[in-house]
């Protein structure tokens, strides 16, 4: 089936460095997303983001962090500066339709750790 | 606070019997359910979904029964295989809020299918 990339899929940074997760999407999909998963705990939506524009962020997506995809190329979450608690699995899926029962597709998921 | 729980963290069948994978929720507005499965170095993909005003979906060996009056639906895998190892998620979507993408997940159950 369709397939999500994420790169990297391990990165280990310093607090307070910045960091960018790339995600690359199905190549057709409009509708894009960045869910967040700390160890043991359930996978939370951080925000999607559409027509260069983001449609909804949850309470999760604090102001260190910021998403794009310019000129349709990778769709990327940066977080400047990092912090101890943003270390999680980031879990970037798209979809085609923005619909309520639209299939999200998701990557295989970037382990951040900040330390 | 944790509005969809799954149960049981882990599950072992044999084999040919059927894997009972629970899940229960909080939010009366929830009114889609979508399981996805997780194999390990992927992302999760979208199995099979239930909306509200059904109470069961079967697609092959796959069935959802779902009890609205007491927020509880399961998803039962019959003839379990060995390829059906994997961790299952449980997710809700609200028809309130304006959210049409705004998933809630499970932690997931690790379904383990012994030969």
């Known amino acids: 089936g369709p397939k999500v990339l994420q790169i990297p899929s391990h990165q280990i940074i310093d607090m307070g460095q910045m960091v960018t997760l790339n995600c690359d999407p199905v190549?057709?999909?409009?509708?894009f997303y960045w869910y967040k998963q700390i160890l043991g705990q359930q996978m939370e939506f951080l925000v999607n983001f559409y027509n260069g524009k983001v449609m909804e962020k949850s309470k999760l997506f604090k102001d260190q962090f910021s998403v794009e995809r310019p000129d349709g190329s990778y769709f990327t979450l940066k977080i400047q500066p990092t912090a101890l608690e943003d270390s999680a699995v980031y879990f970037c899926?798209?979809?085609?339709?923005?619909?309520?029962?639209?299939?999200?597709?998701f990557g295989p998921g970037t382990r951040l750790t900040v330390l | 606070q944790q509005q969809v729980r799954q149960s049981p963290q882990s599950l072992t069948v044999w084999e040919g019997e059927t894997a009972i994978l629970n899940c229960s929720y909080e939010?009366?507005?929830?009114?889609?359910f979508p399981w996805y499965q997780q194999f390990p170095g992927e992302g999760p993909a979208l199995l099979i979904a239930?909306?509200?005003?059904?109470d069961k979906k079967e697609d092959g060996r796959f069935t959802i029964f779902f009890n609205k009056r007491e927020k509880k639906l399961s998803l039962h895998i019959t003839d379990s295989q060995p390829g059906d190892s994997a961790t299952y998620f449980c997710a809700a979507l609200s028809n309130s809020g304006g959210s049409n993408y705004k998933l809630t997940f499970g932690k997931g159950t690790l379904l383990t299918v012994t030969p």
């Open positions: 899926a798209s979809s085609l339709g923005g619909g309520r029962y639209a299939e999200q597709f």
């Open positions: 239930i909306r509200s005003v059904s």
């Open positions: 939010n009366s507005a929830f009114d889609y």
């Open positions: 190549s057709n999909h409009l509708y």
